[in-house]
């Protein structure tokens, strides 16, 4: 439930820290807009919020041109009131319902498809079909505004199943010819799209702690930039992310080849930048701890780095038990040149693609000794990799949690690790690491754990906050 009062405040003082958390519709125009529009300050009477998009596409209201709602920062799922809700709108973002029904959802979900459809329009006021054809819509429109793609290979990486369709609904909700949007011209063997954040945003801090962790010939930070390949699915290509200059963004640039992927692309992005979270929200409820109030007001922004892709991640932090950072990394680029498959791509520190957890079963322990990996190690990758987990966010955490447990090698800081990057879970806490009771000058697992009490629901921002402490 939306406070209209306090949502109208937020508009007339363009606060960007509200953005995407509402939308506004204009009644008096037929169109809804972002908090931060740059348009004149709509009349009390004349606004109606809404907590989605899909939800003021529902009431016929009209995405604005300027502001670009499909530009909006994701809602924090953390604070979503439905869990099974929250994880349902995390598989409809990454595209789900684009090959699945709702009821083959909801069956992955753990639910029947009907019980999926109360809990989500309960939460959210709209379908998941509904959810999804916003998404697939607003998608559609940021294509066709800012790349050069055709009008067919647009509607396809948007999740329509055929040009006809994606015509029809376009025109039904937004009363456009979808060919009227095209104003940009860019060079075909690139796309370009923008990601917002709600500002602070620490963007060197995220970029200085993926530098030192990337894998060689797989990903490589350069000056501003992180890059990396791209596999998803049969296709495969290669991507870059910079912040833009302009606006609280970040510039993704991305092979045309991966145009067919799109969607789950950007997605990984998001949660490897942890886009979509609510920094002033996180650091008003941790500053009001004594040891964590001066860290956060001189790294005010951090966020918690995901994982582009879970297997690869969860592999470079067994590789990383009990060894410096840049041994690790040395490790993880010796297995992506032997095992990853390589590809060409305009930079040169990126040769190869990350290799896959079907790849890695395929091994046994000697191929990865021959590598340098001591045999312990070498047996927790091939136990992960042969393991039917799901390291990405949505995934069940404790169940997660509970197998990552019973694999050899694998233990209380290991598995914690993963969920805070794999799983993305805000409030994972590897309450064993060294470097947390440095941090905070204490000599026990119980004595972090007693003090981290006051930092639920956010623990793993509290760990990024203690870590940078120590850098």
């Known amino acids: 439930m939306l406070d209209a009062d306090a949502c109208y405040l937020a508009l007339r003082a363009h606060d960007a820290r509200f953005d995407g958390v509402f939308f506004v519709g204009v009644t008096s125009t037929g169109i809804y807009c972002r908090p931060v529009c740059p348009a004149r300050a709509v009349r009390r ?19 604005c041109l300027r502001c670009r709602p499909e530009l909006a920062p994701g809602n924090a799922r953390v604070d979503s009131s439905v869990q099974l809700a929250a994880r349902a709108l995390q598989h409809i973002d990454s595209g789900a319902l684009n090959e699945k029904s709702v009821d083959e959802l909801g069956l992955e979900l753990g639910v029947t498809g009907r019980h999926l459809r109360r809990v989500v329009e309960a939460e959210f006021g709209v ?22 793609l055709p009008m067919t290979e647009i509607a396809f990486a ?12 376009f025109r039904e909700r ?9 104003q940009t011209r860019v060079a075909k063997d690139a796309l370009y799209c923008e990601l917002t954040y709600r500002p602070p945003f620490a963007w060197r801090s995220i970029l200085d702690f993926l ?3 990337s894998c060689p010939g797989v990903e490589a930070v350069v000056g501003d ?16 992310v910079s912040p833009s200059p302009r606006r609280h963004s970040l510039r993704v640039e991305l092979s045309s080849s991966l145009a067919p992927v799109l969607l789950a692309v950007l997605t990984r992005v998001k949660r490897l930048f942890d886009l979509s979270a609510h920094p002033w929200r996180i650091e008003e409820h941790l500053g009001t701890c004594a040891r964590l109030a001066p860290l956060i007001a001189a790294n005010s922004g951090l966020r918690v780095p995901g994982a582009f892709d879970g297997f690869e991640m969860t592999v470079r932090a067994i590789l990383g038990q009990q060894v410096s950072v840049k041994a690790a990394t040395t490790m993880a680029g010796r297995l992506a040149s032997s095992f990853g498959q390589s590809i060409e791509t305009p930079f040169p520190a990126l040769t190869h693609i990350s290799p896959t957890a079907a790849c890695m079963a395929q091994l046994d322990v000697e191929d990865l000794m021959r590598l340098g990996i001591i045999r312990n190690r070498a047996r927790s990758i091939l136990a992960v990799a042969g393991a039917d987990l799901r390291l ?3 995934a069940d955490v404790e169940a997660t949690l509970a197998q990552l447990r019973k694999l050899p090698g694998i233990g209380e800081w290991t598995a914690q690790y993963i969920a805070m990057r794999a799983l993305h879970w805000p409030d994972a806490f590897p309450h064993t690491d060294l470097g947390v009771y440095k941090a905070l000058d204490v000599r026990s697992p119980k004595e972090v754990l007693e003090i981290s009490r006051k930092w639920l629901p956010w623990r793993a921002y509290a760990t990024m906050y203690l870590w940078k402490s120590l850098t």
């Open 45 to 63: 009477e004349n606004a109606r919020f809404f907590s989605s998009a899909a939800a003021a596409e529902r009431e016929s209201f009209r995405p």
């Open 127 to 148: 379908t998941p079909i509904e959810l999804a054809q916003t998404q697939r819509l607003l998608l559609a429109k940021q294509l066709l505004t800012d790349t050069a």
């Open 158 to 169: 948007s999740g329509f199943s055929s040009i006809r369709r994606f015509n029809a609904l």
């Open 174 to 182: 937004y009363r456009l010819n979808p060919s009227r949007l095209r």
């Open 211 to 213: 530098a030192v962790r």
């Open 225 to 240: 930039r992180y890059t990396r390949t791209v596999a998803i699915g049969k296709h495969s290509g290669w991507l870059a």
């Open 392 to 394: 990405e966010p949505g």
